[in-house]
């Protein structure tokens, strides 16, 4: 029995569509929920609402990241230093 090109898999092809699917689906459940919280929380306008769906992959600052502590990107890396 000859084998068909299509009877080949291709396994990168596959591994590259199904992190896509886990990454669709994760941002799904995230916008769902940040609705859901908009939605309890009785934002007054749909221009507030959209904004925290939209912003709902951001996360909180930690500790270690507030002023003081060293920047590892600077905020424009085209400027020229002040050094």
Request: aromatic content about 6%.
């Amino acid at each position: 029995m000859a084998r068909s090109e299509y009877d080949v898999i291709n396994f990168s092809t596959l591994e590259r569509e199904l992190k896509g699917s886990i990454e669709s689906e994760r941002r799904h459940h995230r916008e769902n929920d940040a609705k859901l919280r908009a939605v309890n929380q009785g934002v007054s306008s749909y221009c507030q609402f959209r904004d925290l769906v939209l912003s709902c992959h951001l996360k909180p600052l930690e500790k270690k990241d507030k002023d003081g502590a060293p920047r590892k990107q600077p905020w424009n890396p085209v400027a020229p230093t002040n050094e």
